[in-house]
């Protein structure tokens, strides 16, 4: 080889270690941990609840790994704040406003989780909520109003009409 072409295949040589790339390979006798996943929940069509009234979450959870037996723990929060470490929560004696709901269900190492977003509203709020129908009848009304004040003056008229002849 020349001097010439010693160098070009030097800088390869020299490039190509510079990207080398490490594998981790697992072996058939270690496996390879996943985290748990949340099967089903239960889920809320009005998301609005009554202060007062207990409202009970829960979730179904597996770790399908075939060779390793977790045990998955559960937490329930309320705001950030731990309530529970079972796999049912019941919420009880909760204050108005709006709650975030979340339970973290774990493998030891791995974690998932799911958030519930309620709004909970006092007896007060939901007695407001019944009477707001009216405002959508009120048009109604006005219109049926002016409807009986016509005819009330078509009348007048007809009969002031039938007086004057």
Known sequence: MKKKEIIPILLIILSLNFFIINLTIISSEEQLNLPPVIVNYNSFYDETIIQGYNLTFYVNAADNEDN?????TYKWY???VLKENKTVFELKEINSGFQEIKVEVSD???TA???WQITVA????TEIKKVEP???IAPWIAIILIIIILLGLITYYIIKE???Q
């Open 113 to 115: 989780h799911h958030i």
């Open 162 to 164: 039938l007086k004057a």
């Open 78 to 80: 309320v705001n950030n």
């Open 134 to 136: 009216f405002f959508l």
């Open 68 to 72: 390793i037996n977790d045990t998955l």
């Open 122 to 125: 006092t007896k007060q709020q």
């Open 108 to 110: 030891g190492n791995l």
